[in-house]
């Protein structure tokens, strides 16, 4: 329990970090929307609050249910914390990178011939409030929030607790078959894609059109992410999603 505490805290305090990251991106929008919009302090109090209340419990709820599925969990992390020594793949990592990059250029070309030829698109944009300030504070949101903030919360938490409760519900043999693995891991992809359309929902009207524009792209990266978090523990998916960020931003501004 101490290690799984102490492995908390060192995702919680990553985790402010992360949210810190997409703070100036975050401003500059709601500076250009609203001259009266909240000061940068604030803001930057309300994501470490933010984070502490909510990332620290996903990710030791997270923590907690890998640990009861036998999930790889976070391996690193647990060493960090004091625990056993980490056993990375360093296939499973350079995978989880060439993937995530593979799905970050897949996102870009489904935006570009799928999506923003249609009339509702988001103003020629690929990632909408991504693209929010200079490519490198987007960049850096993408990869540190993206790839830590949002894995703890999806990953780690959500895909580990779907399939503990499974476990519970219908036995360990079920929760352990492929597809049931693989529906939990589509489940929480589908679940991250509809996470982000209050924040599209700032920059258009949403219909069915954009609904389904998250679902498949956010979904794109969800899946990898997830697939990756099962077979080689949460810092490989947590590569996969950053590296994602990559092919994305640059998508983004070669077209803005």
Not at 69 to 79: D, E, I, N, S, Y
Request: proline content about 4%.
């Amino acid at each position: 329990m101490i290690v799984q505490i102490r492995a908390t805290i060192i995702l919680t305090v990553v985790c402010i970090l992360g949210s810190l990251s997409i703070m100036p991106a975050i401003i500059a929008a709601r500076t250009r929307i609203d001259a009266a919009a909240l000061p940068g302090w604030e803001l930057y109090g309300s994501a470490v609050v933010q984070s502490i209340l909510l990332f620290g419990p996903a990710a030791f709820l997270g923590l907690w249910a890998a640990r009861n599925m036998k999930l790889v969990g976070a391996p690193l992390v647990t060493q960090w914390a004091g625990g056993p020594k980490a056993v990375l793949s360093r296939t499973g990592l350079l995978l989880a990178a060439i993937f995530g990059i593979l799905g970050g250029l897949a996102l870009v070309l489904i935006d570009v011939f799928v999506f923003q030829p249609h009339p509702v698109a988001l103003r020629g944009s690929v990632t909408g409030a991504l693209l929010t300030g200079s490519f490198w504070q987007g960049l850096a949101g993408g990869v540190l929030y993206g790839g830590i903030n949002e894995e703890v919360l999806m990953r780690l938490f959500l895909v580990s607790v779907l399939l503990w409760a499974v476990s519970r519900i219908f036995g360990p043999e079920k929760a352990a078959s492929r597809g049931v693995v693989l529906a939990i891991i589509v489940i929480a992809a589908l679940v991250f894609g509809i996470a982000h359309l209050p924040i599209t929902a700032t920059m258009t009207d949403l219909n069915t059109m954009i609904v389904v524009r998250a679902l498949v792209l956010n979904g794109i990266v969800g899946i990898i992410a997830g697939v990756i978090y099962i077979r080689y523990g949460f810092e490989a998916a947590a590569l996969s999603h950053a590296a994602a960020h990559i092919p994305i931003q640059a998508g983004a501004a070669m077209l803005t």
